[in-house]
């Protein structure tokens, strides 16, 4: 007798409908897991770090640069260094030519600058923020610049006309320097109200220009500090 018995067939295709059902169930189930399960650790420390790259786009400028600034006097105490103006220009041209390569090389993004004048009104301090790509970048565009309070190669100071910083042009600059936290470098360059040149202020007074760097370095540590999304808050979304 050669009759045909089909069922073996029937049951593999039953078998074969089921694991396809099962697997699709488990691909749907990944699916809507990977849609709710909320944002991880390490991608909550990306999306920091993506938004502390864009601050120097996103912050308004006096955010950035607060209409005062505190430091510590050189006879001690608590002073504070008032804002003069902010430059509306953000070209990586706002440093020496011989530090501009580096900044492109480095991928520069931008320059903010803005000046300030200590309490006594005898000192002007440009400040720069220096936006890179990325901490690396920002790492080795830091080299371009003078570490050891030399204003050259450094920041071009910014004057403003008809203010008390309007002769403070590049011949004035008595101290400069470099600070750098992730992405971004802030530099300072400094020199007297009176617009006397570097060659003519006589003997030199570090301690006199100090407080800018001290400026420089809050201006960097609010620019530079990540702060991961809280996803509880109203005013995060994840």
């Known amino acids: 007798m050669n009759s045909a018995r089909p069922w073996p067939t029937l ?17 749907a189930d990944v699916a809507g897991t990977e849609l709710t399960r ?6 909550l420390n ?4 993506r938004e502390v790259a864009e601050r120097w ?28 103006g902010i430059s509306p220009r953000t070209a990586c041209d706002a440093v020496d030519a011989t530090a ?6 480095a991928g520069c993004r931008g320059v903010l600058r803005a000046t300030y004048i200590d309490a006594l009104r005898g000192v002007l301090v440009t400040i720069g923020v220096v936006a890179l790509p990325g901490e690396p970048d920002a790492v080795r565009a830091k080299s371009a610049f003078s570490d050891t309070g030399k ?3 450094g920041l071009r100071p910014l004057a403003f006309q008809d203010t008390l910083a309007d002769r403070f042009t590049p011949g004035v600059r008595q101290a400069g320097s470099v ?7 802030v530099l ?3 020199g007297q109200v009176d617009g006397r040149p570097t060659d003519a202020a006589g003997e030199a007074r570090p301690a006199m220009f100090a407080f800018a760097t001290e400026m420089s370095e809050r201006v960097l540590h609010d620019l530079s500090t990540p702060r991961v999304p809280d996803c509880t808050a109203a005013e995060w979304q994840c």
Do not use: H, M
């Open 179 to 185: 600070r750098q936290a992730g992405p971004y470098l």
């Open 100 to 105: 501009v390569k580096a900044l492109r090389r």
């Open 151 to 153: 204003p050259v190669p």
């Open 188 to 190: 300072t360059t400094a």
């Open 38 to 43: 909320g944002p991880s650790a390490a991608e």
């Open 11 to 27: 049951v593999v295709a039953s078998a074969l409908t089921l694991v396809c059902a099962v697997a699709a169930g488990v691909a």
């Open 57 to 84: 786009r996103t912050w308004p400028t006096g955010r950035i640069f607060p209409a005062t600034l505190p430091y510590s006097a050189e006879q001690g105490g608590q002073e504070q260094a008032s804002r003069i």
């Open 46 to 49: 990306a999306a920091a770090r």
